[in-house]
């Protein structure tokens, strides 16, 4: 009899069976996930987890009875009641008497549920999407500087004394200049000690001599010369910065229905999972706004109801605000996403316009505008039917060619793709950029 | 055996903890039993120690070690995990192969008591039955099992990197699709060689020489001219057709088949093949595991080699595999093989050691004959599910479990029960239940009936359909149209009803590129 420990063999043995798995159902388990990250709080949509699969697009078919017509015998155990001959009602499909039947392989034909890891599912949910070329150029750009080591110089302050450095340098000059020890001055003294009884005067004469020299000399050549002293040099270099905020901008007024928000909801979390991928923090800032704005948490972003008129920009001031208190341009990616109906007051157009084009444009790295309708009037994203006063706006605005974009949605599976379009890899830039 | 009953023996092992030793230990005193008392006979053991993740990855994969790679495989091993992790299904404690060395898997966090009833179960109750009841025998060959899956991965393998992964995927997935319907049901007849051939000859010979008698010669004879065989009669027989294995049909015959597609076929055929078994025994080879090792446990804790917490803990966990719900119980969920097999076992000793009257009438070859490990050791070896049943089920076990037969005839307003557990129903019951552990009769019964290679190439399949039961269309469809995939050209399967000859319903498929190289026209 052997005995044989496998539990050291090496795990994820069925890692090549999963992959080939996944490929399979990938487009089921693409839909599965998207699906999932709607119902989902912003902040942890990228958590991986659970996904439900239909049970028939990953089904292995075989030739199997059917479950209906035909005559079927059962064999029961736990009789109590019945005798020979006895009529029972038929149950319902699927219950009572029919218990020995089944499906085949004793495996059931709901939905299959099963785990994604983290990476799993973001890479599904962001397949083929990228920071636009604006954005990516503007990343490289916002730099943080961090102080490296960068060698020696002669130069510099205590706190920065290269001690080995400048002892290695003292050391060769020392040797170079034949500066004496202090053990060959010792040795000649220990001579003239003995010949001090007087048996060979000439040479203590002489020895005496030459010990004065080297005494001179050791006064000569210090023991570390100015010379001599190094310092570790620090060189600025830039670095990316590494943190990103996220304002979450919305228009809250009556006219803002809960499949609107819902809409804006999906968006944003995309969002969320997008900039999470680049950056190492990620900030989110709910800001609503009526007649007024003002910062929220997300609970209350997306349910709380408020009533009021809709002025956007004081959605604007509440974000460059915000932004001076919290978030430095200089050390901060910015993006911001807003939703809304297209209403605004008219007379608040100009203002919207100018705060944007003046004071956030230039601190951001992207700014995408959503035009949500109702799901009723539906059309294909990029058609514009009638345009809202927020949107004349705005469009003059990304006329002059501004760090911005906008989509309308009106249905939940628009938003996707909207934003797939807004990021979607573009090929020919791609090529130009490597 | 010149067991002297000594009570004084040292317990195996004390408390959960256990060590490789102690596993030895346990392996060593086990033995001792089996083989000793109950005079089994078993493969050498591998004992294999394995973690979560090894066992959800031995489920996924049929239990084998080794196997190819389909992404069917991860999607079983994504599912059970899943169920795992939600709590919804335990671990089987062990996993056993039928090879040799035997090899049988327990898992790590099993405590001392679990690994020495595994032990018992799989490493002698299932090793015993796997290596000697008939049927494992005649199909299975368990010295070569693990060499062929090695094989059979590295040739999947080589395939993929030659062929593409997608390509290959295709053709398992065809193949899996029909792998319920690539078993051959009955060992071919063997052609003979030379040498027998005229071994053979000279025997027949010699019988004439010895019974030759001239006077036969005289009496007038039938005309012996035999109609000559028509040419579809021909062509069928050259085909070998019908044929009820559709795999080994389309490896032998799909005209547009590469080699090495072909060699594919044969893979899972021959897996699908080692698995009938398996199929066929399920209430037997459960029933050997567990009445083993409650004779082993028990022996054991008679020589003072278990604990008493150890026996407790054994027996709750052996009446738990044991148990089984009524059907109007909510966790009734069929007949348990476990309880069925280890309770008609059990009645077998009873039946040997104190027979009834009743059993007398019943089983009179075998009742008070006192020796009931030789009944049970004949029955292993020589018996599947069905006759096991048809043979051994006393009228006492159909009392106990309170087995009734109902009838759903689909014409009827009305479920009808046919029989109870009482004098006129035992045999009825009987049969009944031995029937539904016939694979002849379980299996869909699918042919391969005429096939004209010489003209449109149209494969015809016949569908005996038993008791008018027909297959799931849904399924139906997508299999035929993996069999048309493989066959690369149209096929047609008939539902016929068995008892009037009418076709029932028919279901066609045209093939689509991919496997096969399709001509248009």
Not at chain 2, 17 to 34: L, M, N, P, Y
């Amino acid at each position: 009899m052997h005995i044989v420990d496998r539990r050291l063999n090496p795990s994820g043995k069925n890692l090549s069976n999963r992959q080939r798995f996944m490929r399979r159902a990938k487009s089921q388990i693409r839909k599965a996930v998207h699906e999932s990250a709607g119902s989902r709080s912003i902040k942890d949509a990228d958590e991986g987890g659970e996904v439900v699969l239909p049970a028939q697009g990953v089904h292995e078919p075989s030739f199997r009875r059917g479950s209906g017509g035909g005559i079927r015998d059962y064999l029961l155990p736990g009789n109590k009641e019945y005798i020979a001959g006895d009529t029972i009602q038929r149950p319902p499909s699927g219950g009572g008497g029919g218990g020995s039947e089944g499906s085949p392989d004793g495996e059931g034909e709901d939905d299959f549920r099963f785990a994604l890891s983290r990476d799993e599912f973001v890479d599904l949910f962001l397949e083929d999407l990228e920071l636009p070329d604006l954005a990516k150029r503007k990343v490289v750009n916002a730099e943080a500087m961090v102080w490296h080591r960068a060698g020696y110089s002669v130069t510099g302050s205590p706190a920065n004394l290269a001690l080995n450095r400048t002892v290695r340098n003292s050391l060769s000059r020392r040797i170079a200049l034949r500066r004496p020890k202090p053990d060959e001055l010792q040795a000649l003294r220990d001579e003239i000690e003995e010949l001090n009884d007087g048996s060979d005067e000439e040479r203590r004469i002489r020895l005496e001599a030459e010990l004065a020299r080297k005494v001179r000399r050791i006064g000569l050549i210090p023991y570390i010369d100015p010379l001599d002293v190094r310092y570790k040099r620090f060189d600025p270099q830039p670095r990316p910065v590494a943190q990103a905020v996220m304002f979450c901008l919305m228009d809250v007024s009556g006219s803002m229905t809960e499949h609107m928000k819902d809409l804006a909801k999906r968006f944003y979390v995309l969002l969320y999972i997008f900039l999470k991928r680049r950056y190492k923090n990620v900030d989110v800032v709910f800001i609503r706004h009526t007649h007024q704005a003002s910062e929220v948490d997300e609970d209350t972003f997306f349910n709380s109801p408020e009533t009021g008129g809709t002025v956007v920009s004081t959605a604007l001031e509440e974000m460059q605000r915000v932004i001076k208190d919290r978030y430095n341009p200089d050390s901060w990616n910015i993006y911001a996403a807003q939703a809304s109906d297209g209403d605004n007051t008219a007379s608040d157009n100009d203002k919207t316009a100018a705060l944007l084009t003046k004071v956030l444009l230039p601190c951001c790295q992207y700014y995408a505008y959503l035009e949500v309708g109702r799901d009723s009037e539906h059309f294909p994203p990029g058609f514009i039917r009638r345009d809202s006063d927020l949107w004349q706006t705005y469009s003059t605005i990304i006329r002059n060619g501004a760090p911005m974009a906008m989509r309308k949605v009106g249905h939940r599976r628009d938003i996707y793709p909207v934003f797939r379009e807004l990021f979607a890899k573009k090929q020919g830039a791609e090529a130009h950029a490597e | 055996m010149s067991t002297t009953l000594i009570k004084a023996e040292r317990p195996l092992f004390e408390g959960a903890d256990w060590e490789f030793s102690t596993i030895q230990r346990c392996h060593d005193a086990i033995e001792k039993v089996a083989l000793g008392e109950m005079g089994l006979d078993v493969y050498t053991n591998q004992i294999e120690v394995i973690g979560t993740e090894q066992m959800l990855d031995a489920y996924s994969s049929i239990g084998m070690p080794l196997f190819y790679k389909h992404w069917s495989f991860g999607k079983h091993f994504a599912r059970n995990e899943a169920m795992y992790r939600a709590g919804m299904q335990g671990l089987a404690y062990e996993i056993v192969i039928n090879s040799n060395p035997c090899i049988s898997y327990i898992m790590e966090e099993n405590t001392a008591t679990m690994q020495t009833l595994v032990i018992a179960h799989a490493a002698f109750g299932h090793n015993h039955f796997f290596k000697n009841n008939y049927l494992f025998q005649q199909w299975t060959d368990a010295n070569g099992i693990l060499d062929y899956l090695e094989f059979a991965r590295d040739y999947i393998m080589s395939c993929e990197q030659r062929y593409g992964e997608a390509a290959v995927e295709r053709l398992l997935d065809a193949a899996h699709a029909l792998m319920s319907q690539a078993v051959h049901k009955y060992p071919r007849k063997r052609t003979n060689d030379l040498r027998s051939e005229e071994k053979r000859e000279r025997e027949r010979r010699e019988h004439d020489e010895k019974v030759f008698n001239d006077l036969w010669r005289t009496v007038p004879g039938k005309d012996n001219t035999r109609s000559n065989p028509t040419a579809e009669e021909q062509r069928k027989a050259l085909l070998q057709l019908p044929q009820e294995n559709l795999l080994y049909f389309m490896e032998k015959t799909a005209p547009r088949l590469q080699p090495w597609q072909r060699e594919v076929l044969r893979i899972v055929r021959i897996i699908a093949q080692y698995f009938y078994p398996q199929s066929q025994t399920k209430v037997m080879n459960e029933g050997c595991a567990t009445y083993t090792h409650y004779q082993i446990m028990n022996r054991l804790h008679a020589k003072g080699q278990l604990t008493d917490g150890a026996m407790v803990e054994f027996l709750q966990s052996h009446t738990n595999v044991v148990f089984q719900p009524d059907f109007d119980d909510r966790r009734y969920s069929g007949l348990n093989p476990y309880a069925l097999g280890f309770s008609m076992m059990q009645d077998i000793e009873r039946i040997c050691t104190e027979p009834t009257e009743e059993d007398e009438q019943w089983f009179p070859h075998i009742a008070g004959c006192n020796d009931p490990m030789n009944v049970l050791r004949d029955v292993w070896a020589n018996y599947r599910d069905e006759s096991f049943i048809l043979q051994y089920l006393s009228p006492r076990l159909v009392r106990k479990f309170g087995l009734f037969h109902v009838l759903d005839d689909s014409n009827e307003p009305n479920l009808r029960v046919e029989a109870i557990h009482d004098e006129r129903g035992y045999r009825k019951i009987k049969q009944a239940l031995a029937r539904q552990y016939d694979v002849a009769w379980n299996s869909t019964d699918i042919q391969v009936v005429d096939v004209n290679l010489a003209g449109d190439r149209r494969l015809i399949l016949h569908h005996r359909a038993l008791n008018r039961i027909l297959l799931d269309e849904k399924d139906a469809r997508m299999v035929m149209q993996h069999l048309a995939d493989l066959w690369g050209y149209d096929v047609l399967l008939k539902e016929i009803d068995p008892a009037t000859d009418a076709v029932l319903k028919e279901h066609a498929a045209s093939p689509r590129p991919g496997i096969v190289k399709i001509e248009t026209s």
